[in-house]
């Protein structure tokens, strides 16, 4: 049996990313919480005892923790889209394949249609269906659809530039 994408992506990761997916995955984890818990409440009952001000070294701790686990899982994210990316342009490929043969298919179809039944009507539903179906200009459609609108701040420097007679 094959080995599936994600086994052989997974299998293929660099060392940082194995690094940056076993981090994200302890770090989502209920004992790194448990643990951190624990750690708090030790700060809290024993260092303010020891240190006036207990919570700045604690700060700058718990801020350094947070600015590399920042990283750790956008890496972590950033792998997997890449996988996701990779695994839907695969199910685009195959549907368009499958586009392709369907279409000869129901063509097939017509012309035994065609052979058996001698005064067959034309059906114009099948032609549409039998018509290439252009993935681009499907493309292009959800582009326009989906391009951002633009920024507010950037129609109102527009307008200013036109007032001001700098943009025609």
């Known amino acids: ?94 549907n368009e394949i499958a586009e392709r043969e369907i279409t000869k298919a129901l063509s097939l179809l017509r012309d035994i249609h065609h052979h058996t039944v001698k005064d067959s009507k034309p059906d114009p539903e099948l032609d549409h269906m039998l018509q290439s179906i252009d993935t681009g200009k499907i493309e292009r459609n959800l582009e326009k659809e989906l391009e951002p609108p633009p920024l507010v701040i950037s129609d109102l420097l527009s307008r200013l530039e036109k007032s001001l007679g700098l943009k025609k």
């Open 1 to 94: 049996m094959p080995q599936s994408l994600e086994a052989k992506l997974q299998k293929n990761r660099k060392f940082t990313e194995r690094l940056a997916d076993d981090i994200s995955r302890t770090a989502g984890s209920v004992i790194f919480f448990v643990l951190h818990v624990c750690f708090f409440v030790f700060w809290f009952l024993f260092m303010g005892k020891l240190d006036p001000f207990p919570f700045t070294f604690l700060t700058m701790l718990v801020s350094l923790e947070a600015i590399f686990l920042a990283i750790f899982v956008l890496m972590s994210q950033n792998r997997q889209a890449n996988v996701d990316s990779l695994r839907e342009e695969i199910h685009l490929q195959i």
